[in-house]
């Protein structure tokens, strides 16, 4: 008896194997082809376009065209439909035909001709694919935005702003002031919708309609950065939240970018210093690569004017990220680089720093630390090369380098201090005109512009609330470039998750930065 329910056990197991290996479609192969254009052997897909011309699919995937979320895009004249289940699985009206099955799936993609016999213009490439390429495709374009993504229910959509807890709270509560007054404004509107819609219409129009109220949750991230992962976690199994939108942090950021890219949920333009990006992110939106780009500006500075050796100094996490990027750049071109972290709570070690920087002129100091830590005796070190984070510096020359014998350099991922900035300006009537006093220029800027850009997502969106299509628009919008505030020649397209892309490397000349010769450089 035993030996016989072995044998139905081991039956069973077999069953479930031959199952798993071969009967299954398997969605997530059909994610990878459609997203990547890689086919479960993987080989590239094989598009035909133009009657006989074969390209590989990797440049052709589906969702070059269709879009991450599948919901489709207008590129000039031409219409990209959209193949989101809930289109592709129901009759169309316009063009009128039946729902889509694996088989038709399989005439459309191989032969392009729809369910009603139509074939489709050349822009929609054929494909070269199997039988169980294309069941794998259809058994993803069966869940591809199905229905809305969490974050929404019938009377409210959430988001949340997020904070690590070192973040000075001054700067929180100004940052947080504009993100509130901007939501209250969104809902002082949408109620006013909400009221013309009710009045004297049949009482289905009371029923929910398209007009959400926007609530805004405010999570704080605690203790070391490896934890945040899972505080992140917690916060959104309670309130699960349909986007991040603004928020602050001086810390490494690539836990929160992780979060969001596991989640597929957006994240709009933190006020991140350092963000942490990884090949092939797509829902994390940053200004700029932060301190990790001004790293790369020294980089490319000192590959024009070498010097014999680099000292950095830092005390805090993000600083200290930079600086070993910046590290890491340089041994690759051997350059010598010593590292000097010094802790928070006490006083930038300036005799350390004098030692190290030895008597020549033919050594740098990359000095990662704010005004605050730049305090007296900075004139006295040897008279090398000093490089200062505009970030960090908050985009001003510290005092205490004025008198400092050697040359002072500032990399600067921002606007030319004094370049004209209507973006900026337009911020400061909407505060003005709100009673906001602005405390923390470049913080409440960008936070506003975040606002912003959800607002724009969030109206394009119309009534279907899918996550990958909010940002499927926000690749195309150029237009929002002309809001961008505080950061210079910015680009949007898609794969691009960071708006300013390059900056300066500016000298300090008696206190005051020198804009006169300022070139852009694009590391
Ligand atoms: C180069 C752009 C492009 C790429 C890449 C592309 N498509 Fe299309 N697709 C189109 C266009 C344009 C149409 C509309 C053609 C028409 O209606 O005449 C279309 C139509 C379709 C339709 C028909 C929709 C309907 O309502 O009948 C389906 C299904 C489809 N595509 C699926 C896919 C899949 C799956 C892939 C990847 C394997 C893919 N497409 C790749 C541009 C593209």
């Known amino acids: 008896m035993r030996r016989l329910l072995w044998l139905v056990g081991a039956g069973a197991a077999v069953a479930l194997l031959v199952y798993l290996t071969s009967g299954a479609p398997d969605p997530d192969a059909g994610r990878r082809i459609y997203r990547e254009g890689i086919l ?38 031409y219409i990209v439909p959209p193949i989101a289940a809930q289109f592709l699985f129901v009759d169309s009206p316009q063009p009128l035909r039946p729902a889509y099955t694996a088989e038709s799936l399989a005439d459309l993609l191989r032969d392009g001709v729809t369910p009603a016999g139509r074939q489709v213009n050349e822009l929609m490439p054929r494909y070269r694919l199997t039988n169980e390429d294309i069941e794998a495709l259809n058994a993803y374009l069966e869940t591809l935005s199905a229905g809305n993504s969490p974050g929404v229910d019938d009377y409210a959509i959430r988001f949340a702003t997020v904070f690590s807890e070192d973040v000075d709270p001054a700067e929180r509560e100004a940052v947080l002031a504009v ?128 010097v014999g050796k680099v000292v950095q100094v830092y005390c805090a996490e993000g600083p200290a990220a930079a600086a070993a990027e910046l590290s890491q750049v340089l041994v690759t071109r051997s350059v010598a680089v010593e590292n000097l972290r010094f802790d928070c709570s006490m006083p930038l070690p300036v005799d350390d720093l004098a030692a190290h920087m030895g008597g020549g002129p033919d050594v740098a100091a990359v000095l990662w630390t704010d005004e605050s830590q730049l305090d007296a005796g900075l004139d006295a070190l040897p008279p090398g090369r000093i490089y200062l984070s505009s970030t960090l510096l908050d985009r001003e020359a510290p005092a205490s380098l004025a008198t400092y014998s050697g040359t002072v350099f500032m990399a600067h991922p921002f606007l030319l201090p004094g370049a004209p900035d209507p973006a900026f300006r337009r911020f400061k009537l909407w505060a003005a005109r709100h009673d906001l006093e602005v405390t923390e220029p470049r913080l409440q800027a960008q936070a506003f512009f975040s606002c912003l850009v959800l607002n724009d997502a969030m109206k394009h969106l119309g009534r279907f609330f899918v996550r990958g299509f909010a940002l499927d628009m926000l690749d ?48």
């Open 476 to 523: 195309h919008t150029q237009g929002l470039m002309a809001y961008l505030p505080i950061y210079p020649r910015p680009t949007i397209g898609p794969g691009q998750r960071f708006l300013s892309k390059g900056g300066y490397i500016l000298p300090v000349v008696d206190g005051q930065i020198d804009t006169a010769d300022a070139a852009w450089i694009l590391p």
């Open 179 to 306: 993100t509130r007054r901007f939501f209250a404004d969104i809902n002082s509107q949408t109620r006013n919708e909400g009221e013309r819609w009710d009045r004297g219409y049949t009482p289905e129009s009371k029923l929910p309609t398209v007009y959400r109220e926007w609530v805004l949750e405010e999570w704080t991230l605690t203790g070391p950065t490896d934890g945040w992962g899972e505080q992140l976690e917690e916060y959104y199994r309670e309130t699960p939240v349909f986007a991040l939108v603004g928020g602050l942090s001086s810390r490494p950021f690539g836990a929160v970018g992780r979060f969001c890219e596991r989640n597929e949920i957006p994240c709009l333009y933190p006020g991140a210093d350092l963000p942490e990006p990884s090949p092939g992110d797509f829902y994390t939106m940053y200004f700029s690569r932060g301190l990790g780009l001004e790293a790369d500006l020294v980089a490319q500075d000192l590959d024009a004017r070498p």
């Open 40 to 77: 479960p052997t993987g080989e590239p897909l094989t598009a035909v376009v133009a009657g006989d011309v074969e390209i590989l699919g990797t440049q052709f995937s589906c969702e070059s065209c269709h879009g991450r979320s599948g919901m489709g895009t207008s590129e000039g004249e």
